[in-house]
């Protein structure tokens, strides 16, 4: 029987209720810190890893795995992560959902390997998502995985170590504002033994809780902030945002935080913008099917195909794409997302050329046929649909080209490329017998001189 098991669920509840309890409040005057100010020079050394990997892998994990998406044996709408408050669950019955999870076939080496071999660069997880279950083991709560659940291991550990042995860069996801369970936390209004002060509920739980992830697991190299706003006044997003730098200087953070911080990146959700957000650094956060957590009756899964554009269409307008899986709870990547990671990872083998370090092409969304990167005197073409007539046109394209060739061609044979033309731009002629890859296929166009 587990420590949580041999505790009675009020015990648990009664002890959130003392922890988050009266304490000295987050004073207005307390470290009005704003984002720093930056030399150009600085922040593109910090930013330049990010920028350079262009492609990370996103991980929803928590207890709410176990609810799988239903409660009282019916399903609830939503995604799989949010089921507490859709369903208006009260915390002495959503707490239940701990007795039982037990992740024993979580492998963070194979998690790791699988993002690695994807052609992802960095690494995302929950630490503590809206429900306020820790992933980790943590001193501010018992309600963490560690303590509360039959498993009694901490899995962020375990994945930080696979991540420095494969040379994976990660990241902790933490919800800094909804917190259902511990008392002053934002929402949660559902069940009165959920009411508090939110200073204390900074000062007891989000404080302590900072300081343990970015202190116990040695480099960690991004904080993403969950809606902004709420019980994050500018004094409290002060105190948390002073704490940070503190002990990770070089962190990159979200927009999310609130109190007016507007971050390292800009953070648009299960869409693409048009053009981007030019002078910002940003990055698009997509599922592969239609949840973050665990549901296990989602099977609303994107194409392989359609991943690989939304890569590419990221990239070329200058973000990076954060792809989503949602583990089970017995800790494992659905067998969907695997498969389509490992084709994903297939494709990035041959043409990761041509999204990593790349910077957003002039073109945008106007090109038909598909989407452009660039990196240094190199376009990359990424064909979606070749036109009947196989020509690739790239309007109002002044620069000469040097040279033509398919990206997975190694011997860069030369393709037909028209002279610069104040009106139709440059155009290449992909030759008959080319075989086009089924998603995207890859076209490098070695400029003669500066891009214009």
């Not at 038909?368 to 990167?373: A, L």
Request: proline fraction near 7%.
């Amino acid at each position: 029987m587990s420590r949580y098991q041999g505790v009675a669920v009020g015990m648990m509840i009664a002890c959130l209720a003392v922890i988050a309890g009266p304490a000295g409040a987050a004073s207005p005057d307390a470290a009005q810190a704003s984002d720093p100010v930056e030399t150009q020079e600085e922040r593109d050394d910090r930013m330049g890893w990010w920028r350079e990997a262009r492609f990370g892998m996103f991980i929803h994990w928590g207890v709410y795995a176990v609810a799988a998406g239903e409660w009282d044996g019916k399903p609830v709408g939503g995604i799989g992560e949010w089921i507490m408050s859709k369903a208006k669950i009260p915390i002495a019955d959503y707490s239940k959902l701990a007795q039982t999870f037990n992740p024993e076939k979580y492998n963070a080496e194979a998690w790791v390997l699988a993002a690695k071999d994807a052609g992802m660069k960095y690494i995302v997880i929950t630490t503590k998502h809206h429900d306020g279950f820790a992933m980790f083991k943590t001193a501010a709560s018992p309600w963490n995985i560690v303590d509360a659940t039959p498993y009694k291991r901490d899995p962020i550990k375990d994945l930080a170590d696979a991540c420095r042995k494969h040379g994976m860069r990660l990241g902790f996801y933490y919800s800094q504002n909804l917190d259902w369970t511990h008392p002053g936390g934002g929402g949660g209004d559902w069940d009165p033994s959920h009411k508090g002060d939110p200073d204390d509920y900074v000062n007891k739980i989000v404080l302590p809780q900072v300081k343990e992830v970015l202190g116990n697991y040695g480099p960690v190299d991004v904080l993403w902030w969950d809606i902004p706003g709420g019980v994050i006044n500018k004094p409290r997003a002060d105190l948390i945002y002073k704490t940070v730098k503190e002990l990770q200087p070089k962190i990159v953070m979200n927009n999310r935080l609130g109190g007016g911080y507007r971050g390292d990146t800009e953070t648009p959700e299960q869409h693409i913008p048009p053009k981007g957000f030019p002078g910002r650094d940003w990055e698009t956060c997509m599922t592969m099917n239609g949840t973050w957590g665990f549901k296990k009756n989602d099977d609303k899964w994107k194409s392989t195909t359609s991943l690989l554009r939304n890569l590419c269409d990221i990239a070329s307008k200058g973000g990076n794409y954060l792809l989503n899986v949602g583990p089970t709870p017995e800790g494992e990547i659905p067998a969907a997302s695997l498969e389509r990671l490992k084709e994903v990872g297939q494709w990035m083998k041959d043409n990761g050329e041509s999204i990593y370090g790349t910077s957003a092409a002039p073109f945008g969304e106007a090109l038909r046929w598909g989407r452009v990167t660039r990196k240094g005197d190199t376009l990359y073409l990424l064909v979606f649909d070749l036109p009947k007539d196989r020509l690739l046109a790239l309007p109002e394209l002044k620069t000469p080209v040097e040279k033509a060739y398919m990206l997975t061609d190694r011997e860069k044979k030369a393709l037909a490329v028209s002279m610069p033309d104040t009106q139709t731009g440059v155009t290449v002629t992909v030759p008959e017998g080319v075989v086009m890859d089924a998603s995207v296929t890859v076209v490098a166009v070695k400029l003669a001189g500066k891009l214009e």
